[in-house]
């Protein structure tokens, strides 16, 4: 073994035998994260089956588990034999109020949501969008002149 290798571990040796409240510390961190530390999930609403019963199960067994987030992802649209009754569709105003029973949800068990949208899915594409408002990326430059110039950005937006 390098003098190196001895030596790092000579330190760590040194810190956690002199330092226990430390170790001890690393451990309650690890075991009781941070709210920022903690990680977030995909909260997938699949088929739009989806009920104010669900929503507070999915958020009590993520709160349970320790998550700190979920991303929500609204995914295909209501099947020919709809799961659950009524059928919410998606975007509809009844969609729009399980959306807000689950940001109350949130709210009580404290747990953050924000909203996935890529293209493909359900909110950020589907008949309804047609090319014109599709998802689109902008680029730009920058040009620095000299003397009595005039400065300037360039903007394009591209299709994705």
């Known amino acids: 073994m390098n003098i190196r290798k001895i030596f790092c571990i000579s330190i760590i040796f040194i810190c956690f035998n002199i330092y226990p409240s430390m170790s001890q510390q690393i451990e309650w961190l690890w075991q009781s994260p941070t709210e920022e530390s903690r990680p977030w999930v995909f909260w997938y609403w699949m088929q739009e089956a989806v009920s104010k019963e669900g929503i507070t199960a999915d958020m009590e067994a993520m709160k349970e588990i320790g998550i700190g987030g979920a991303y929500l992802m609204s995914i295909k649209g209501v099947p020919e034999k709809p799961f659950v009754t009524p ?62 110039k005039t400065c300037c950005s360039i903007a394009t937006v591209i299709r994705l």
């Open 87 to 148: 059928v919410i569709e998606q975007l509809s105003p009844l969609w729009w109020e399980m959306v807000s029973f689950a940001f109350k949800e949130a709210d009580r068990l404290k747990l953050k949501i924000a909203f996935h949208i890529c293209d493909g899915f359900a909110l950020a594409g589907g008949t309804w969008i047609t090319p014109e408002l599709s998802m689109q990326k902008v680029v730009w430059s920058h040009l620095n002149v000299q003397g009595k």
